[in-house]
């Protein structure tokens, strides 16, 4: 089983003001209609999407798109793009630091999230994965061969698959060692020649004043605190979304040279470790 990564210390925010429990009220009720709105016309539309076109999702990916876009605006939070995204078949590797990553990484791009099977459980977040069709896995080294059966359909299917190989958030200031066994499934005989892998590095970067891992979600903390502190700040900050050159998993020997490289490309746009608490 991983670990959730924890810090030496925790940082310590400020008291939620009363301009901020009237933020909280607005920007609240607008991204709880928002997202709502959105999951509810999203299934709906898959009530002919999925008979029709099965595991092909031609119109429901732009309401995810829309929704996470809108929900920067409500927010405040700037949401920059760097890089070209990939148009190839294949996957996507990103560092993991919030909550709010399920939100940059939706709002430009047409992705499908592979998460652990307990994410399914949760309320809010679970309901949205499954809607938005993420995939979910048991992180046990003995059902790889069924989790590569489920990533080589899906990515047959030409859905892009994301993963955050670092298996658990961090502070947002740090990339943790990429684990390498997800990355099997892209050398599988029917996929290698044919699939890319595209890098991304989410930087976050907190509003003025505030500490430095403000965005960050780990460990232990609890999503309702977390959101609260995120919908009452009146000036907000920013998250970049770096989309890295990508490259050919044919032109790797093996899924560890593969993943070293990934983590060495996401870590490339990141604030050293150095500058954090």
């Not at 998460?115 to 896995?137: D, N």
């Amino acid at each position: 089983m991983i670990q959730p990564w924890r810090s030496a210390e925790e940082p310590a925010f400020k008291p939620i003001t009363t301009i901020g429990w009237v933020l909280i009220l607005i920007r609240g009720t607008a991204l709880f209609f928002v997202v709502f709105g959105g999951l509810i016309l999203l299934l709906l539309i898959r009530l002919v999407e999925r008979p029709v076109w099965g595991l092909h999702r031609p119109w429901t990916p732009h309401i995810t798109q829309i929704v996470c876009r809108t929900a920067f605006q409500i927010l405040g939070i700037r949401h920059i793009v760097r890089g070209v995204q990939m148009g190839d078949k294949g996957a996507v590797v990103s560092n993991h630091a919030s909550w709010l990553d399920i939100f940059a990484l939706n709002a430009r791009k047409r992705v499908y999230f592979v998460s652990k099977s307990e994410v399914a459980s949760w309320p809010l977040i679970g309901w949205l994965a499954r809607a938005t069709g993420t995939v979910f896995i048991r992180r046990n080294r003995h059902e790889a061969r069924t989790h590569n059966s489920v990533f080589e359909a899906r990515l047959k299917a030409g859905h892009q698959l994301l993963f955050f190989p670092e298996g658990t958030s961090t502070d947002g200031l740090r990339v943790l060692p990429f684990k390498s066994t997800l990355f099997a499934a892209f050398f599988a005989k029917e996929l290698r020649d044919d699939l890319s892998i595209q890098p991304v590095t989410l930087v976050y970067h907190a509003p003025p004043g505030e500490d430095p891992r403000f965005y960050g979600w780990w460990a232990d903390m609890d999503f309702g605190p977390h959101c609260l502190k995120v919908l009452a700040t009146p000036r907000q900050g920013t998250v970049e979304v770096v989309y890295h050159q990508p490259v050919r998993v044919r032109d790797f020997p093996d899924r560890k040279a593969l993943a070293s490289h990934c983590e060495s490309a996401v870590r490339s746009a990141l604030i050293p470790p150095s500058s954090s608490r």
